[in-house]
Protein backbone atom coordinates (compact mmCIF):
# COMPACT_ATOMS: atom_id res chain seq x y z
CA UNK A 1 0.00 0.00 0.00
CA UNK A 2 1.47 3.46 -0.99
CA UNK A 3 0.83 6.33 0.53
CA UNK A 4 1.77 8.60 -2.47
CA UNK A 5 -0.51 10.68 -4.30
CA UNK A 6 -1.02 10.50 -8.29
CA UNK A 7 1.03 13.23 -9.94
CA UNK A 8 -1.85 13.23 -12.84
CA UNK A 9 -3.66 15.74 -10.71
CA UNK A 10 -0.92 18.27 -11.00
CA UNK A 11 -0.55 18.49 -7.30
CA UNK A 12 3.16 17.08 -6.43
CA UNK A 13 2.91 15.81 -2.54
CA UNK A 14 6.97 16.14 -2.45
CA UNK A 15 8.65 14.81 -5.49
CA UNK A 16 12.51 13.61 -4.23
CA UNK A 17 14.02 16.16 -6.58
CA UNK A 18 11.83 18.94 -5.09
CA UNK A 19 13.91 20.07 -1.84
CA UNK A 20 11.53 22.79 -0.81
CA UNK A 21 8.65 21.42 -1.72
CA UNK A 22 6.03 19.27 1.81
CA UNK A 23 7.45 15.76 2.70
CA UNK A 24 6.50 12.57 0.89
CA UNK A 25 4.80 10.53 3.84
CA UNK A 26 5.66 7.34 2.46
CA UNK A 27 9.29 7.79 2.08
CA UNK A 28 9.18 9.56 5.54
CA UNK A 29 7.39 6.41 7.26
CA UNK A 30 9.82 4.38 5.34
CA UNK A 31 13.03 6.26 6.70
CA UNK A 32 12.03 6.73 10.29
CA UNK A 33 10.89 2.76 10.00
CA UNK A 34 14.76 1.79 8.86
CA UNK A 35 16.21 4.44 11.64
CA UNK A 36 13.92 2.60 14.07
CA UNK A 37 15.31 -0.91 12.83
CA UNK A 38 18.72 1.06 13.40
CA UNK A 39 17.99 2.07 16.99
CA UNK A 40 20.51 4.99 16.87
CA UNK A 41 19.84 8.91 16.42
CA UNK A 42 19.34 10.84 13.91
CA UNK A 43 18.99 14.28 12.64
CA UNK A 44 16.49 16.12 10.81
CA UNK A 45 18.66 17.17 8.60
CA UNK A 46 19.80 13.66 7.94
CA UNK A 47 15.95 12.68 7.01
CA UNK A 48 15.76 15.52 5.03
CA UNK A 49 18.36 14.47 2.91
CA UNK A 50 17.25 10.94 2.73
CA UNK A 51 13.67 12.00 1.68
CA UNK A 52 14.52 14.91 -0.36
CA UNK A 53 12.53 17.59 1.22
CA UNK A 54 13.55 20.42 2.77
CA UNK A 55 15.30 20.25 6.34
CA UNK A 56 12.49 22.54 7.90
CA UNK A 57 9.62 20.56 7.01
CA UNK A 58 11.36 17.75 8.17
CA UNK A 59 12.08 19.27 11.69
CA UNK A 60 8.55 20.11 12.48
CA UNK A 61 7.17 16.52 11.26
CA UNK A 62 10.03 15.57 13.41
CA UNK A 63 9.10 17.68 16.25
CA UNK A 64 5.33 17.42 16.11
CA UNK A 65 5.72 13.14 15.99
CA UNK A 66 7.95 13.35 19.76
CA UNK A 67 5.60 15.70 20.79
CA UNK A 68 2.42 12.63 19.67
CA UNK A 69 5.29 10.44 21.68
CA UNK A 70 6.86 8.39 18.19
CA UNK A 71 9.97 10.11 18.16
CA UNK A 72 12.27 10.94 21.60
CA UNK A 73 14.20 13.71 21.39
CA UNK A 74 17.97 13.24 22.08
CA UNK A 75 20.66 15.73 23.06
CA UNK A 76 22.13 17.67 20.53
CA UNK A 77 18.88 18.48 18.50
CA UNK A 78 18.63 14.90 17.20
CA UNK A 79 15.98 12.54 17.78
CA UNK A 80 15.70 8.77 18.71
CA UNK A 81 12.59 6.03 17.56
CA UNK A 82 10.70 4.83 20.27
CA UNK A 83 9.46 1.67 20.51
CA UNK A 84 5.69 3.02 19.39
CA UNK A 85 7.40 3.81 15.83
CA UNK A 86 9.02 0.26 15.33
CA UNK A 87 5.43 -0.94 15.69
CA UNK A 88 3.97 1.53 13.92
CA UNK A 89 1.88 0.84 10.69
CA UNK A 90 1.28 2.94 7.87
CA UNK A 91 -2.29 3.90 8.42
CA UNK A 92 -1.00 4.94 12.20
CA UNK A 93 1.66 6.59 10.61
CA UNK A 94 -0.95 8.62 8.55
CA UNK A 95 -3.06 9.71 11.31
CA UNK A 96 -0.17 10.82 13.44
CA UNK A 97 1.63 12.28 10.89
CA UNK A 98 -1.78 14.58 10.47
CA UNK A 99 -2.10 15.33 14.06
CA UNK A 100 1.50 16.35 14.65
CA UNK A 101 0.88 18.59 11.09
CA UNK A 102 -1.42 19.98 13.30
CA UNK A 103 0.17 21.24 16.31
CA UNK A 104 0.57 24.82 16.28
CA UNK A 105 3.00 27.08 17.80
CA UNK A 106 1.85 27.94 21.41
CA UNK A 107 1.96 23.77 22.00
CA UNK A 108 5.18 23.47 20.21
CA UNK A 109 6.80 25.83 22.24
CA UNK A 110 5.24 24.43 25.89
CA UNK A 111 5.94 20.83 24.56
CA UNK A 112 9.19 22.07 24.18
CA UNK A 113 9.34 23.80 27.67
CA UNK A 114 8.50 20.76 28.59
CA UNK A 115 10.98 18.59 27.30
CA UNK A 116 13.88 20.77 28.45
CA UNK A 117 11.97 20.51 31.99
CA UNK A 118 11.88 16.95 32.37
CA UNK A 119 15.60 16.81 31.09
CA UNK A 120 16.78 19.54 33.48
CA UNK A 121 14.78 17.47 35.76
CA UNK A 122 16.53 14.80 35.12
CA UNK A 123 20.20 16.20 35.38
CA UNK A 124 19.30 17.25 39.30
CA UNK A 125 18.16 14.22 39.77
CA UNK A 126 21.62 12.56 39.00
CA UNK A 127 23.24 15.77 40.86
CA UNK A 128 21.20 14.79 44.32
CA UNK A 129 21.84 10.83 43.51
CA UNK A 130 25.79 11.77 43.38
CA UNK A 131 25.56 13.90 46.17
CA UNK A 132 24.04 11.38 48.53
CA UNK A 133 26.28 8.88 47.41
CA UNK A 134 29.56 11.38 48.54
CA UNK A 135 27.18 11.69 51.86
CA UNK A 136 26.71 8.10 52.30
CA UNK A 137 30.73 7.45 51.92
CA UNK A 138 32.07 10.19 54.30
CA UNK A 139 29.45 8.48 56.71
CA UNK A 140 30.71 5.21 56.75
CA UNK A 141 34.47 6.75 56.54
CA UNK A 142 33.30 8.60 60.26
CA UNK A 143 31.83 5.59 61.27
CA UNK A 144 34.62 3.04 60.50
CA UNK A 145 37.13 5.51 62.91
CA UNK A 146 34.45 5.16 65.36
CA UNK A 147 34.15 8.81 64.95
CA UNK A 148 29.92 10.00 65.67
CA UNK A 149 28.92 11.99 62.62
CA UNK A 150 25.85 13.46 64.73
CA UNK A 151 22.45 13.72 64.13
CA UNK A 152 21.40 14.25 60.42
CA UNK A 153 21.07 17.95 59.44
CA UNK A 154 17.31 19.40 58.82
CA UNK A 155 16.25 21.10 55.77
CA UNK A 156 15.69 24.65 56.30
CA UNK A 157 11.77 24.09 55.83
CA UNK A 158 11.49 21.66 58.57
CA UNK A 159 14.08 23.38 60.86
CA UNK A 160 11.17 26.45 60.41
CA UNK A 161 7.80 23.79 61.46
CA UNK A 162 10.08 22.30 64.37
CA UNK A 163 10.39 26.00 65.53
CA UNK A 164 7.25 27.20 64.92
CA UNK A 165 5.50 23.91 66.47
CA UNK A 166 7.74 24.86 69.97
CA UNK A 167 5.76 27.90 71.70
CA UNK A 168 8.85 30.49 72.71
CA UNK A 169 8.62 31.17 76.43
CA UNK A 170 6.57 34.66 76.76
CA UNK A 171 8.35 37.55 79.00
CA UNK A 172 5.81 36.59 82.03
CA UNK A 173 6.59 32.92 82.28
CA UNK A 174 10.35 33.94 82.03
CA UNK A 175 10.29 36.30 85.01
CA UNK A 176 8.29 33.46 87.33
CA UNK A 177 10.62 30.67 85.80
CA UNK A 178 13.87 32.28 86.51
CA UNK A 179 14.14 33.29 90.42
CA UNK A 180 16.05 36.13 91.58
CA UNK A 181 19.71 34.66 92.63
CA UNK A 182 19.27 36.84 95.46
CA UNK A 183 16.21 37.46 97.77
CA UNK A 184 17.37 40.83 99.11
CA UNK A 185 18.15 42.32 95.41
CA UNK A 186 14.72 41.65 94.38
CA UNK A 187 13.09 43.62 96.97
CA UNK A 188 13.54 47.23 97.10
CA UNK A 189 15.13 49.00 100.25
CA UNK A 190 12.93 51.52 101.58
Known sequence: ???????????????????????????????????????????????????????PHVAKALLGLAAEGYLERAEGGRYRASSAMAEMS??????????????????????????????????????????????????AALRAHNIDPGPAPQPAAARAETEAATPAPSDADAASATPPADADAAEPRN
Open 1 to 55: MSLKRSNSTGKSFGAAGDAGGKIDRQELFDELKRLAALGEPFTAVSVALAVGAGE
Open 90 to 139: QAEFVKAYARASKVDSTRQRDLSEIGRLKQNNDVMRQRLLVAIAERDHYL
